[in-house]
């Protein structure tokens, strides 16, 4: 496998990223243009109408409740999906990284003490290609299952890349692989208690509020952070590889 091939998965990354952050941006941008646009154009006598979409489906009440949400609701909604939507992406890349290392060097994988069992069916029916993709799948679906500690983990098992090296500052504040994992847990509350914080995110992190809290600059924090951070992971490739 040669290194354009082998950085594939890091493109891919690279434009999911640039994809996201450009929605972010351009949404912020145009709930700013909408909120103002209400405020300006919407005359006094039609303050208290309901607005629609395409006739049929209400939006909201007022255009004044409609601006509010622009400028506060619709923004902590958007805040939410982009950590959502990052953590998804960097948990599809580090699994499409451990598949595209497999490919190009298989000796990262040796276990000594580790056997497979097979079919004889599946072993006399199948190539050797086919066993190995077998292999490798189950590997990634297993990461996959047990979440970011457990790749980390198998990073440095694997690889002997360890994420406790990684380290940025961004506006002469540091982060490290701490804040990576806060983010992932941010993203958990998100999606499996609405937002909600436990006493283990609380204490984890040194967090007083009841409810997860975004804002702008959290938001684009967050991002730049997961973005150094795989280009920290890019720059030990290409030296262990290329």
Request: glycine share 2%.
């Amino acid at each position: 496998m040669d290194e354009k091939d082998f950085f594939k998965p890091f493109r891919k990354y690279e434009l999911d990223y640039k994809r996201l952050k450009r929605w972010y941006l351009a949404s912020l941008y145009s709930y700013d243009v909408t909120a103002k646009m209400i405020d300006q154009t919407v005359p006094v006598k039609k303050r208290l109408d309901k607005i629609y979409y395409k006739e049929s489906h209400l939006i909201e009440n007022t255009p004044y409740s409609l601006e509010k949400k622009y400028k506060k609701n619709y923004v902590d909604f958007l805040e939410e999906m982009t950590i959502i939507r990052i953590i998804s992406i960097l948990e599809n890349f580090l699994l499409d990284v451990v598949k595209t290392c497999f490919y190009h060097d298989k000796t990262c994988f040796y276990e000594p003490k580790q056997t497979i069992e097979f079919q004889v069916s599946e072993f006399l029916s199948k190539d050797m290609h086919e066993l190995e993709a077998k292999f490798i799948e189950g590997k990634i679906g297993n990461l996959h299952r047990q979440g970011f500690s457990e790749v980390k983990k198998y990073f440095k098992k694997t690889f002997n890349i360890d994420f406790n090296n990684f380290n940025v500052s961004i506006e002469s504040q540091n982060y490290n692989i701490k804040d990576i994992q806060k983010i992932h847990d941010t993203r958990h509350l998100l999606v499996h208690r609405l937002g909600r914080t436990d006493d283990k995110f609380k204490n984890e992190y040194n967090y007083t509020g009841k409810l997860i809290i975004l804002s702008e600059e959290d938001v684009l924090v967050y991002l730049q952070t997961i973005d150094e951070f795989v280009g920290f992971l890019k720059n030990i490739f290409m030296e262990k590889w290329f």
